[in-house]
């Protein structure tokens, strides 16, 4: 059983900037990637940032040079930074983990964290 707890979520102006974390209840060497998504309402949930266990990062062209994901092993997190944000940035961020292990592959989400980007 994997567990992931997210924080860092809540109301920040354009312009801004949040910070959101993601605790994972084992190491995070056991996972392939993480990685955090992003849903608004009505839309479909869609891939922000990746960061594989060889530390490849890869994010949405719409956050590019805005976000950047980061890795802490020694606390079994993975975070978030979220720069410049803007309105069309409000969503509920989830954090995913991913693991493949022999034939099967896996997916963990947390609980998700809502991210409000408003004056």
């Known amino acids: 059983q994997v567990q992931l707890v997210e924080s860092g979520g809540g109301l920040v102006q354009p312009g801004g900037s949040l910070r959101l974390s993601c605790a994972a209840s084992k190491s995070i060497f056991s996972f392939t990637s993480m990685g955090w998504y992003r849903q608004a309402p009505g839309k479909e949930r869609e891939s922000v940032a990746t960061v594989t266990a060889g530390a490849i990062r890869n994010y949405a062209d719409s956050v590019k040079g805005r976000f950047i994901i980061s890795r802490d092993n020694a606390k079994d997190t993975v975070y978030l930074q979220m720069n410049s944000l803007k309105p069309e940035d409000t969503a509920v961020y989830y954090c995913?983990?991913?693991?493949?292990?022999?034939?099967?592959?896996?997916?963990?989400w947390g609980q998700g964290t809502q991210v409000t980007v408003s004056s």
């Open positions: 995913n983990a991913h693991s493949v292990t022999g034939w099967n592959n896996y997916d963990y």
